[in-house]
Protein backbone atom coordinates (compact mmCIF):
# COMPACT_ATOMS: atom_id res chain seq x y z
CA UNK A 1 0.00 0.00 0.00
CA UNK A 2 1.15 3.54 -0.55
CA UNK A 3 0.15 6.67 1.27
CA UNK A 4 -0.11 9.90 -0.29
CA UNK A 5 -0.14 13.41 1.56
CA UNK A 6 -0.55 16.43 0.09
CA UNK A 7 0.02 19.63 1.22
CA UNK A 8 0.52 23.59 0.88
CA UNK A 9 -2.53 24.71 -0.17
CA UNK A 10 -4.75 27.29 1.23
CA UNK A 11 -5.83 31.20 0.31
CA UNK A 12 -3.80 33.14 -2.79
CA UNK A 13 -4.16 36.22 -4.52
CA UNK A 14 -4.24 36.62 -8.19
CA UNK A 15 -0.54 36.76 -9.85
CA UNK A 16 0.65 35.09 -6.97
CA UNK A 17 2.20 31.55 -7.26
CA UNK A 18 1.33 28.18 -4.94
CA UNK A 19 3.61 25.64 -4.37
CA UNK A 20 2.05 22.08 -3.70
CA UNK A 21 3.84 19.31 -1.70
CA UNK A 22 3.13 15.12 -2.14
CA UNK A 23 4.93 12.85 0.10
CA UNK A 24 4.71 9.28 -0.77
CA UNK A 25 4.92 6.68 1.81
CA UNK A 26 4.66 3.23 2.04
CA UNK A 27 5.24 0.19 -0.43
CA UNK A 28 6.18 3.11 -3.10
CA UNK A 29 8.97 0.88 -5.17
CA UNK A 30 6.26 -0.04 -8.11
CA UNK A 31 5.67 3.80 -8.36
CA UNK A 32 6.42 5.04 -12.07
CA UNK A 33 4.38 7.86 -12.42
CA UNK A 34 3.35 10.60 -10.33
CA UNK A 35 0.98 13.25 -11.02
CA UNK A 36 -1.22 16.16 -9.87
CA UNK A 37 -4.54 16.63 -10.99
CA UNK A 38 -7.28 19.50 -9.78
CA UNK A 39 -11.50 19.49 -9.64
CA UNK A 40 -12.71 23.02 -10.01
CA UNK A 41 -15.91 23.32 -7.95
CA UNK A 42 -18.88 22.01 -9.97
CA UNK A 43 -16.75 20.21 -12.80
CA UNK A 44 -14.65 17.09 -13.27
CA UNK A 45 -11.32 15.97 -11.62
CA UNK A 46 -8.61 17.04 -14.38
CA UNK A 47 -5.06 16.13 -14.99
CA UNK A 48 -2.38 19.03 -14.48
CA UNK A 49 0.85 17.79 -14.52
CA UNK A 50 2.62 14.49 -13.96
CA UNK A 51 6.26 13.19 -13.42
CA UNK A 52 7.80 9.91 -14.57
CA UNK A 53 10.55 8.20 -13.11
CA UNK A 54 12.97 8.92 -15.30
CA UNK A 55 12.51 12.48 -15.26
CA UNK A 56 9.75 13.31 -18.69
CA UNK A 57 7.38 15.75 -16.95
CA UNK A 58 3.74 16.81 -18.90
CA UNK A 59 1.86 19.82 -18.54
CA UNK A 60 -1.69 20.24 -19.75
CA UNK A 61 -2.31 23.49 -21.38
CA UNK A 62 -4.40 25.11 -18.73
CA UNK A 63 -1.18 25.49 -16.64
CA UNK A 64 2.00 24.97 -19.28
CA UNK A 65 4.42 27.96 -19.00
CA UNK A 66 3.67 28.79 -15.51
CA UNK A 67 4.14 25.47 -13.73
CA UNK A 68 7.21 23.30 -12.64
CA UNK A 69 6.54 19.81 -11.31
CA UNK A 70 9.59 18.41 -9.81
CA UNK A 71 11.19 16.09 -7.15
CA UNK A 72 10.87 17.12 -3.79
CA UNK A 73 13.86 17.43 -1.47
CA UNK A 74 12.88 14.73 0.44
CA UNK A 75 12.51 11.16 -0.77
CA UNK A 76 9.49 10.34 -2.62
CA UNK A 77 7.75 13.54 -2.46
CA UNK A 78 6.91 15.58 -5.80
CA UNK A 79 6.47 18.86 -5.76
CA UNK A 80 3.77 21.66 -8.06
CA UNK A 81 4.13 25.37 -8.22
CA UNK A 82 1.96 27.60 -10.33
CA UNK A 83 2.67 30.91 -11.19
CA UNK A 84 0.30 33.56 -12.44
CA UNK A 85 -2.85 32.56 -10.83
CA UNK A 86 -6.02 33.43 -11.76
CA UNK A 87 -9.70 32.24 -10.20
CA UNK A 88 -9.77 29.19 -12.87
CA UNK A 89 -6.81 27.71 -10.68
CA UNK A 90 -9.42 27.46 -7.57
CA UNK A 91 -9.95 24.13 -6.99
CA UNK A 92 -8.76 20.84 -4.70
CA UNK A 93 -5.78 19.20 -6.11
CA UNK A 94 -5.17 15.99 -5.75
CA UNK A 95 -1.94 14.24 -6.02
CA UNK A 96 -2.26 10.27 -7.68
CA UNK A 97 0.78 7.76 -7.95
CA UNK A 98 0.84 4.75 -10.21
CA UNK A 99 2.95 2.44 -12.21
CA UNK A 100 2.70 -1.03 -14.32
CA UNK A 101 3.57 -3.05 -11.37
CA UNK A 102 1.43 -0.92 -8.60
CA UNK A 103 -1.74 -2.96 -7.50
CA UNK A 104 -4.17 0.18 -7.99
CA UNK A 105 -3.90 3.88 -7.85
CA UNK A 106 -3.15 5.80 -5.03
CA UNK A 107 -5.04 8.97 -4.49
CA UNK A 108 -4.55 11.94 -1.47
CA UNK A 109 -6.99 13.57 0.27
CA UNK A 110 -6.64 16.50 -1.75
CA UNK A 111 -5.26 20.29 -0.72
CA UNK A 112 -7.88 23.28 -1.20
CA UNK A 113 -6.71 26.23 -3.42
CA UNK A 114 -8.79 29.05 -3.27
CA UNK A 115 -7.61 32.53 -5.40
CA UNK A 116 -8.90 35.27 -4.63
CA UNK A 117 -9.05 38.58 -6.36
Known amino acids: QVQLVESGGGLVQAGGSLSLSCAAS????????MEWYRQPPGKERVLVAA???????YYADSVKGRSTISRGNAKNTVSLQVNSLNSEDTAIYYC???????????WGQGTQVTVSS
Open 51 to 57: LTSSGYA
Open 26 to 33: GDTTCISL
Open 96 to 106: NAHGSHCPKDY
